[in-house]
């Protein structure tokens, strides 16, 4: 079996065992919850071996990065995170930590805020004081080229200029997480399979588009008309769900069109919609 063909079937026994795992310890698990869970780690199977979409951001000591100048000459590892998002701030010293023991010359951490502007950004440091650089993705648009609509989500590039780790959630044990990367990595090096920046930009422009599902515009009606409208948007701007036009709010759109909401006060709805979309821990 290729590589590929064992990651997708290792995805789905490990989306099934998640499933049998909830089934026995939580029966009242809903339907939705376990969709969910099978999502993250299906998504995973979707970038996983794909050249990641190249983009340019402002960092926030005011200097610029663009991916393809930096791709191959070391890992690059990305961290879509958002400041009201409870995991993010607990994994960030994790982060900082691991990239200091890695090394610069080997590792590049790159911290992405998705949605919020500069203040917000500067004032969260303050609080969680790093030393990896961190990106303004103001507008969410880095975030949407690689289908972010949770957080936190770490992504992996190797020196191949592959996607190794899409990894949705908390990382609280960093050596654990990427040790397995970490190990291709090496390898990768050793035997010259580095990418440089002309080969990457021309293995990416041959690559098919990856459908990220959003396609089909959702139209609400009724009380989840009026739930979107009153609901401020998870991707942490100042607009509601209805008029935001991010891939979160997308998400957020396309969920409330299909969930039950019968016997639920939209209070209730507004929270369970905001937990799906900052997720808990993981390795």
């Not at 930096?70 to 690059?76: D, L, N, W």
């Not at 911290?111 to 609080?127: K, N, Q, S, Y």
């Not at 991707?235 to 209805?242: L, P, T």
């Amino acid at each position: 079996m290729s590589p590929l063909g064992w990651l997708r079937t290792s995805a789905w026994v490990l989306a099934a065992a998640v499933g049998v795992f909830h089934g026995f310890l939580k029966p009242d698990l809903d339907e939705g919850r376990i969709a969910e869970l099978e999502d993250f780690v299906l998504r995973s199977d979707r970038w996983v071996g794909r050249y990641p979409p190249d983009f340019a951001v402002e960092l926030l000591n005011g200097d610029s990065f663009a991916l393809s100048d930096e791709i191959g000459g070391k890992i690059i590892v990305l961290n879509f995170f958002a400041t009201w998002c409870v995991p993010c701030r607990k994994e960030m010293p994790e982060l900082d930590r691991y990239a200091r023991s890695v090394g610069a010359e080997e590792l590049l951490l790159l911290g992405i805020d998705v949605g919020e502007d500069r203040a917000t950004v500067e004032d969260f440091l303050d609080e969680v004081p790093i030393d990896f650089p961190v990106a303004l993705d103001s507008a969410s648009r880095v975030a949407g080229q690689y289908g972010v609509d949770s957080f936190p989500t770490t992504v992996l590039i190797g020196l191949d200029g592959k996607i190794a780790l899409y990894q949705v959630g908390e990382i609280s044990n960093a050596e654990v997480t990427f040790a397995e990367s970490l190990a291709v990595q090496q390898k990768l090096r050793d035997d010259g399979a580095v990418v440089d920046r002309a080969t990457y930009l021309e293995r990416l422009a041959a690559q098919p588009e990856l459908d990220l599902g959003l396609d089909d515009e959702i139209e609400l009606t009724g009380r989840r008309l009026e739930i979107a409208r009153n609901m401020p948007c998870p991707c942490g701007c100042e607009q509601q769900v209805a008029e935001c036009g991010c891939q979160t709010a997308d998400k957020v759109t396309r969920k409330l069109s299909e969930m039950d909401i019968e016997g639920a006060a939209d209070g209730e709805i507004m929270e369970a919609l905001n937990r799906e979309f900052c997720v808990g821990a993981t390795s």
